[in-house]
């Protein structure tokens, strides 16, 4: 793996790091506590091309390659979590498995809407009874003419409420036309929000990632034709989990400039705050708690990198997308709590940011698969052995 940033890699860190130190630390704090990220972000993303990052320039993307999408992803999880989410789910999770499993048409239809920030996508997988075990979702399609009619719900949709689109899978039966309540049984379709029974509601009251638009969705008789169908009968459940293998890379990413955001603020403060006569950066535990912090940090990026490398190289990924989303996201945990600790008193009231750097981790070793699932992902990889 070649450690060198082009100058490509150069430029869009540059880039994305100052629409992050403009645009996002400003204003964090404040959508963190009015639980609303301004919504004209999103077409912002879209114009500085954040929303297009390594889809093809004939659909609008903004090209480059998986390294460039991972330091656009560090670097807007730096300022704002809530914010790297809405590209992580509306270009990770919606665009690019459209660019992979879509119909010409399909591709022609959303990409250069999503891509330019004018439609935003979100994912709809989990619901109320099936988080980890999204292979048994109950979400149903029923075949209606030359459509489809789903029925189901969703819950902890980031984008729900504001989607233009949501990639919903629903239980259809598999491939022979077979009745099945497992993975096989699944497919997916890209449903117009604006579809009549189609309804999204956003949950309020979360720990962390307030100024985020997290729905449930709920999809009664809604009807689509079999052109809204991703891929094929039988399918969903693959696109789905090809797809989060990729989404935990920016996960992970996102977690790495979280991590940043904590060794950044408490070694401002370190060196600021001066206690017993001197600054508490003098003491030994105090440094060893930036040192855990800049560990991890470094140990969290090298891994990312190493996903986007195996992805550039055509590699299998899906192992070490799990590693760093595992790592990254306890680290990012870790991080935020030491960050709380240098801070002390300081850290426990929101005028310093990094009670929100914890609150906004927490949810990282829950979304895209929780810890737990990541360490029985690399079980079975380890011993070929299925633990659920
Ligand atoms: N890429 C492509 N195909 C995959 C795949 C992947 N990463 N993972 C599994 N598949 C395929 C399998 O090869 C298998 O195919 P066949 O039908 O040809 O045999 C099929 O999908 C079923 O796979 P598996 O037996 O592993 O399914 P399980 O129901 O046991 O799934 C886990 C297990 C737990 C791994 C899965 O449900 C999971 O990842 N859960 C977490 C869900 C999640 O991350 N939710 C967050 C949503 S976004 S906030």
């Given at each position: 793996m070649d450690l060198t940033l082009t100058d490509e890699h150069e430029a869009i860190r540059a880039l994305a790091a100052d629409f992050t130190d403009r645009e996002l630390i400003p204003n964090a704090a404040a959508w963190d506590r009015a639980e609303?990220?301004?919504?004209g972000i999103v077409k912002r993303l879209g114009d500085l091309g954040f929303l297009g990052m390594t889809i093809p320039e004939e659909y609008g993307g903004s090209a480059g390659d998986h390294l460039a999408y991972c330091l656009v992803m560090e670097e807007l999880g730096r300022g704002d979590t809530a914010v790297r989410g809405i590209v992580s789910v509306s270009l990770g999770l919606v665009t690019k498995p459209l660019l992979a499993y879509g119909t010409e048409e399909q591709k022609r239809h959303w990409i250069p809407k999503l891509t330019a920030g004018d439609a935003l996508g979100c994912f709809g997988l989990t619901e109320p009874g099936n988080g980890s075990d999204?292979?048994?979702?109950k979400t149903k399609a029923v075949k209606d003419g030359d459509g489809w009619r789903v029925t189901g719900s969703k819950i902890f949709i980031t984008n729900g409420t504001w989607a233009d689109v949501a990639l919903v899978f629903a239980r259809t039966g598999n491939k022979d036309g077979q009745p099945d309540?497992?993975?096989?049984g699944i497919t997916a379709f890209l449903v117009?929000?604006?579809?009549?029974?189609f309804q999204a509601r956003e949950i309020k009251g979360?720990?962390?990632?307030?100024g985020q638009a997290t729905a449930e969705l709920v999809l009664e008789d809604v009807r689509v034709p079999d052109?809204?169908?991703?891929?094929?009968?039988?399918?969903g459940f693959k696109i789905a989990m090809s797809t989060l293998d990729k989404g935990r890379m920016s996960v992970a990413a996102g977690c790495v400039g979280l991590i940043q955001a904590c060794l950044n603020a408490s070694v401002d403060y370190a060196t600021q705050r001066d206690q017993f006569g001197k600054?508490?950066?003098?003491y030994q535990l105090v440094q060893e708690m930036l040192a855990d912090i800049s560990v991890d940090l470094d140990a969290g990026r090298l891994l990312v990198w190493r996903v986007a490398d195996l992805i550039e190289g055509g590699q299998p990924y899906a192992t070490a997308a799990s590693t760093a989303k595992l790592f990254c996201s306890e680290a990012a945990v870790r991080a935020a709590n030491n960050a709380i600790q240098v801070f002390g008193?300081?850290?426990?009231?929101?005028?310093?940011?990094v009670g929100k750097y914890l609150r906004d981790a927490r949810v990282l070793t829950l979304y895209e698969g929780t810890s737990q699932i990541q360490k029985l992902l690399l079980g079975r990889a380890l011993t070929g052995v299925s633990a659920f």
């Open positions: 609303a990220v301004d919504r999204a292979g048994h979702l309540d497992g993975p096989r117009p929000t604006d579809t009549p029974g979360k720990l962390g990632l307030r052109e809204a169908r991703l891929g094929e009968i039988g399918q600054s508490i950066a003098h008193g300081y850290g426990y009231i929101d005028e310093y940011p």
